[in-house]
């Protein structure tokens, strides 16, 4: 079993309560800790066998400056305090608390964050770093970057003092990563240390894939380094980088390739005003969407769906009941559904279906086509999709149906990513998150669930995920019935023997071969019969082939999996 130098509610100096050990690194431990005042801190000990690697009086000056320093967003450091342990003399101080996590922590669990994202990120870590002007920002690490989550967005603290910073040249056995950030181990530049951490945030991994050794001394390490850097030049092609805007790709590789290496965050700050911060004007913006109001005729909503009963049913308890019984259901802590995906073969009625629910709901209606948000510009598609979710709010409650929704939330992940595609995927899922608090429900449709950005099927933006399949026979019998009816039909049909006949048929299939057999009653001026039916059935291909059928099947595995 591991042994910490402190227990959990042991007592530092009669000044701290233990409340919990946090990690540990070659150097140090860190504990949250609890004042006698009821204040909680991180509290940093340097391990009694680490201290000949420090240089004490480096340590020391540094705190003693942090120490006064009070800076909105930098956290505040204690005086370095002696203090005897088993093993000897260590030395330990203490640093504001954030209720959240470091960035290091985040990227462990999240491997990569959303351009977007990542961008406001390190413009923020940019803008701390100007605001201390007293303070000497060698360089910035996920370690020394934390996130508060007290608020519904996180905040950023920087946590400007790193041990790091204190380490004698001379001494190994201790990690040396931190270089990584760094174009000179004797210079300081914060350009360069912001771009590879923006590199790390948007791709995943440091911008060289070092295979050397960080335990050694620091000189070193860093011709090591260096080394790496000249025999393997960062490619603008590389399997990390296809996926962001080539202005932000420059802006970053010119920095790290130390032709730019002073203007990194001007330019940064450039790209995010140009690429993110455009002025909203409705006027410019124009939805081509259909609108559609509640019906007054009791003749629409779930019961105009033929057959289906089961799928009815489970629309019926987890979207019609909690919107139409909020506060049976808020009492139980049930909230109303955010988001719902519906997938499946083509022709199965996803549309139909999601009308006739926001009629059951008697919402305002939305539906919404990829070309209808697309277009030419830099950030139009980013202006219309807020502007639909803007007029969506105006009349809520209010559906949005989004058809072919793999064509607007592909995943960034795909090799056919455009540059601007992203953009758009995080615009959507800003929008998209919580928008059931405004009112709004999201039905997206879509024949290929596998290519949607995978970030979309998170809960919070779509709940729930809903197979819409091939008709079933009671369903085709339904369809079949509704489909004949007030045509001239031959009595003596059965529908049942019918419906087996289109086990593998859709239901726009179904409804194309009612009305191609129809033709045929009319030329015949006959009514129309089962030998017709029969005929035209055989004569039409499905639409849908096993192989699809197979994929969705795999795809709503994954689901419950």
């Known amino acids: 079993m591991t042994q910490y130098i402190f227990n959990r509610n042991e007592s530092i100096d009669g000044l701290y309560d233990v409340k919990f050990f946090l990690r540990a690194n070659d150097i140090s431990e860190t504990y949250r800790v609890q004042t006698k005042t009821d204040e909680l801190k991180f509290l940093k000990i340097i391990k009694p066998s680490s201290v000949a690697s420090i240089n004490l009086e480096s340590l020391k000056a540094n705190l003693n400056e942090y120490s006064v320093i009070d800076q909105e967003h930098l956290l505040k450091t204690s005086k370095l305090t002696s203090i005897l342990v088993e093993g000897g003399v260590a030395y330990y101080y203490t640093q504001d608390f954030v209720a959240g996590e470091t960035l290091d922590s985040m990227l462990k669990r999240e491997v990569y964050i959303p351009t977007h994202t990542a961008c406001r990120?390190?413009?923020?870590?940019?803008d701390i770093c100007a605001s201390a002007e007293?303070?000497?920002?060698?360089?910035?690490?996920?370690?020394?970057?934390?996130?508060?989550?007290?608020?519904?967005?996180?905040?950023v603290y920087l946590a400007a003092f790193n041990i790091n910073n204190t380490l004698k040249d001379s001494t190994r056995k201790v990690s040396r990563s931190y270089l990584a950030y760094l174009d000179n181990p004797d210079t300081s530049n914060i350009n360069?240390?912001?771009?590879?951490?923006?590199?790390?945030?948007?791709?995943?991994?440091?911008?060289?894939?070092?295979?050397?050794?960080?335990?050694?001394?620091?000189?070193?390490?860093?011709?090591?380094?260096?080394?790496?850097?000249?025999?393997?030049?960062?490619?603008?092609?590389?399997?990390?980088?296809?996926?962001?805007?080539?202005?932000?790709?420059?802006?970053?590789?010119?920095?790290?390739?130390?032709?730019?290496?002073?203007?990194?965050?001007?330019?940064?700050?450039?790209?995010?005003?140009?690429?993110?911060?455009?002025?909203?004007?409705?006027?410019?913006?124009?939805?081509?969407?259909?609108?559609?109001?509640?019906?007054?005729?009791k003749k629409f909503g779930l019961s105009e769906v033929a057959?289906?009963?089961?799928?009815?049913?489970?629309?019926?308890?987890?979207?019609?009941?909690?919107?139409?019984?909020?506060?049976?259901?808020?009492?139980?802590?049930?909230?109303?559904?955010?988001?719902?995906?519906?997938?499946?073969?083509?022709?199965?009625?996803?549309?139909?279906?999601?009308k006739q629910l926001a009629y059951e709901l008697n919402h305002t209606f939305f539906e919404i086509k990829p070309s209808d948000i697309a277009s030419p510009y830099v950030h139009?598609?980013?202006?219309?999709?807020?502007?639909?979710f803007k007029q969506a709010h105006d009349k809520a409650p209010s559906v949005i149906f989004i058809d072919e929704v793999d064509a607007i939330l592909p995943s960034r992940d795909s090799a056919n990513m455009d540059q601007h595609y992203s953009a758009e995927v995080n615009e959507f899922l800003s929008q998209l998150t919580e928008c059931s608090e405004k009112g709004i429900l999201v039905i997206m449709a879509t024949n290929r669930p596998s290519v949607i950005d995978n970030a979309i099927l998170r809960t919070g933006r779509i709940d729930k995920t809903i197979y819409i399949p091939l008709p079933d026979v009671t369903t085709r019998i339904a369809l079949l019935r509704?489909?004949?009816?007030?045509?001239?039909?031959?009595?003596?049909?059965?529908?049942?023997?019918?419906?087996?006949?289109?086990?593998?048929?859709?239901?726009?299939?179904?409804?194309?071969?009612?009305?191609?057999?129809?033709?045929?009653?009319?030329?015949?001026?006959?009514?129309?019969?089962?030998?017709?039916?029969?005929?035209?059935?055989?004569?039409?291909?499905?639409?849908?082939?096993?192989?699809?059928?197979?994929?969705?099947?795999?795809?709503?595995?994954?689901?419950?999996?």
């Open 192 to 297: 360069y240390s912001l771009a590879t951490l923006l590199y790390r945030c948007l791709f995943g991994v440091l911008p060289w894939q070092y295979d050397i050794d960080w335990y050694e001394d620091k000189k070193t390490v860093f011709t090591q380094i260096e080394s790496h850097r000249n025999q393997h030049a960062i490619s603008k092609s590389s399997t990390f980088t296809q996926f962001i805007p080539n202005e932000l790709k420059a802006i970053i590789f010119d920095t790290l390739n130390s032709t730019n290496n002073y203007r990194f965050v001007e330019q940064l700050n450039s790209f995010i005003k140009s690429y993110y911060e455009f002025a909203f004007s409705s006027s410019q913006i124009e939805l081509t969407k259909k609108t559609t109001l509640p019906p007054t005729s």
């Open 482 to 561: 509704l489909l004949l009816k007030d045509r001239p039909t031959d009595p003596s049909i059965d529908l049942d023997s019918i419906a087996l006949l289109l086990s593998s048929y859709t239901s726009s299939d179904i409804k194309y071969i009612v009305n191609e057999t129809a033709k045929l009653a009319l030329l015949d001026e006959s009514n129309i019969n089962a030998e017709q039916l029969s005929s035209v059935i055989r004569k039409t291909k499905s639409s849908v082939d096993y192989n699809q059928i197979e994929k969705f099947d795999s795809f709503s595995k994954l689901q419950r999996s």
């Open 307 to 354: 057959g289906m009963d089961e799928l009815k049913s489970l629309l019926q308890a987890d979207i019609v009941e909690p919107l139409k019984n909020k506060i049976a259901y808020k009492k139980y802590g049930i909230r109303p559904l955010n988001g719902v995906l519906f997938y499946g073969p083509p022709g199965c009625g996803k549309t139909f279906i999601a």
């Open 134 to 155: 007293i303070l000497s920002f060698p360089y910035v690490t996920p370690d020394n970057v934390y996130l508060s989550y007290i608020e519904e967005k996180p905040i």
């Open 121 to 126: 990120l390190v413009k923020n870590i940019a």
């Open 380 to 388: 139009g598609t980013q202006q219309k999709i807020g502007e639909l």
